[in-house]
């Protein structure tokens, strides 16, 4: 066996009103078991005030799933601080490698040996991420540069001309067939090295949602780690299923007021004061732009209601 076939790699994945999610996700982790003995899962039910425990605890024990422990959290606070209850039980074990794993994710033949041997092959590697999928085979986005004032013009300005000029600034990158170095990485499936998390700590619960695993990328990158794409690993993702503000097959929804905190705490926290102030203008010039050539080309609005309107009184009482 292999190095990476006898690493132990602990999942984690967060529940919050949807258990029958989680089940069919760990569902898909038991063949990987065969390749991957030493993996094992931790189900944490962050706190969904419905019947998710109950219904989590009966299929684990109905399955047959040893391997698979169910932790509860005591307050919603969100999916980063969901994340940290089991990642605070893991810093006092030798696990190798720590898989967060949305319970909104399926997976494919080989995506947790995948990022196991990659990581096992390439020292200098603290994260890698798996090629995400739709439920129609379309590939999600999954590897990305970090955000700044220029990668915000150039998305909601969607001008062709613009975008083709600033393209090397834009977030979201051209998907690869191959491995390839990546500022950040989804957090839909995410696996680290343990010392990482013996690095930089905890996923800061400061952010509710969104933007977590993009800061905490940008903390190991901060202390020498390299963070890779590794499209070997395939998951589909059903996206916006705990929160129903993301997905292809659903109407935008309003913003909701954690995703303006998550998105102002990570542009001053990791680029500071005056750039997040530029970022925010950034964002509010291009929208305008963006809304005018609508209207003069009668294009449909592809956006959440009021969301220029959010923004422009969310960013006026943070900075005034």
């Known amino acids: 066996m292999s190095d990476a076939l006898s690493a132990t790699v602990a999942v984690v994945i967060v529940n919050y009103r949807t258990p029958s999610l989680t089940i069919d996700c760990l569902r898909t982790l038991v063949p990987e078991r ?3 003995p030493g993996l094992r899962a931790i189900v944490v039910e962050n706190a969904s005030g419905d019947d998710s425990y109950a219904v989590l605890a009966e299929a684990i024990r109905r399955e047959g799933w040893d391997w698979a422990e ?31 794993l949305n319970p909104d994710t399926l997976l494919e033949p080989g995506a947790a040996v995948s990022l196991a041997e990659f990581l096992n092959a390439r020292p200098h590697v603290g994260i890698a991420g798996s090629h995400l999928l739709n439920i129609d085979g379309s590939f999600q986005t999954s590897a990305y540069r970090f955000p700044s ?9 969607r001008l062709g001309f613009v975008s083709k ?12 067939e191959v491995p390839h170095r990546a ?7 995410l696996m680290l090295r343990r010392e990482v998390l013996d690095a930089i700590g905890l996923m800061d619960e400061g952010f509710f949602l969104y933007f977590e695993e993009t800061e905490y990328c940008q903390r190991a990158r901060m202390t020498g780690w390299d963070i890779w794409h590794v499209p070997d690993s395939r998951v589909t993702h059903i996206a916006g299923q705990s929160t129903g503000i993301t997905g292809d097959h659903t109407a935008p929804k309003r913003r909701p007021k954690y995703w303006f905190d998550s998105r102002s705490r990570y542009f001053e926290k990791c680029n500071g004061r005056t750039r997040a102030m530029l970022a925010d203008a950034a964002f509010l010039t291009a929208f305008s732009l963006w809304k005018l050539q609508r209207a003069i080309r009668r294009k449909p609005d592809p956006d959440p209601p009021h969301f220029w309107g959010d923004f422009a009184r969310y960013s006026l009482r943070r900075w005034t």
Request: aromatic content about 12%.
């Open 34 to 36: 065969e390749r991957l």
């Open 149 to 157: 004032a220029v990668a915000d013009f150039e998305n909601w300005v």
């Open 183 to 189: 500022d950040w990485v989804s957090g839909a499936s």
């Open 70 to 100: 169910l932790l509860t959290a005591t307050k919603n606070n969100g999916f980063a601080a969901g994340n940290n209850v089991a990642l605070r039980t893991l810093a006092s074990t030798s696990v190798d490698y720590i898989w967060l």
């Open 165 to 176: 000029a600033l393209e090397y600034f834009r977030v979201s990158m051209k998907q690869s």
